[in-house]
Nanobody, 126 residues
Framework: QVQLAESGGGLVQAGGSLRLSCAAS????????MGWFRQAPGKEREFVAA????????FYGDSVKGRFSISRDTAKNTAYLRMNSLKPEDTAVYYC???????????????????WGQGTLVTVSS
């Protein structure tokens, strides 16, 4: 069973940067695609970004394109989300996710993934 552990959330001013980490452990976790979703208070969950098991393919949600970057250290089995030019509307709980299935934008953008982390809060002050 794959387990995910997020870290790196916190409080940052608008325009600032933050990096989230997600360490995966468990059987076959290195072959899973990994990604991030977020959910702000009173809003639906939103797809943020995803990266294939090899790190060679990435997808991004429209609201973060050009500002956020996802990467992966395959040796450490850890995914990272670098968030730049943060805005107050980026405030949310960010959830790491992983899935062993065929890596594609449709599955990830709709949140059809099998493993979820506990979430880490990111607060952007204006």
């Amino acid at each position: 069973q794959v387990q995910l552990a997020e870290s790196g959330g916190g409080l940052v001013q608008a325009g600032g940067s933050l990096r989230l980490s997600c360490a995966a452990s468990g059987r076959s976790s290195s072959s899973h695609g990994m990604g991030w979703f977020r959910q702000a208070p009173g809003k639906e969950r939103e797809f943020v970004a995803a990266i294939s098991w090899s790190g060679g393919t990435t997808f991004y949600g429209d609201s973060v394109k050009g500002r956020f970057s996802i990467s992966r250290d395959t040796a450490k089995n850890t995914a990272y989300l670098r968030m730049n030019s943060l805005k107050p509307e980026d405030t949310a709980v960010y959830y790491c996710a992983a899935d062993p299935g065929y890596f594609n934008n449709y599955t990830w953008s709709l949140g059809y993934v099998g493993v979820w982390g506990q979430g880490t809060l990111v607060t952007v002050s204006s």
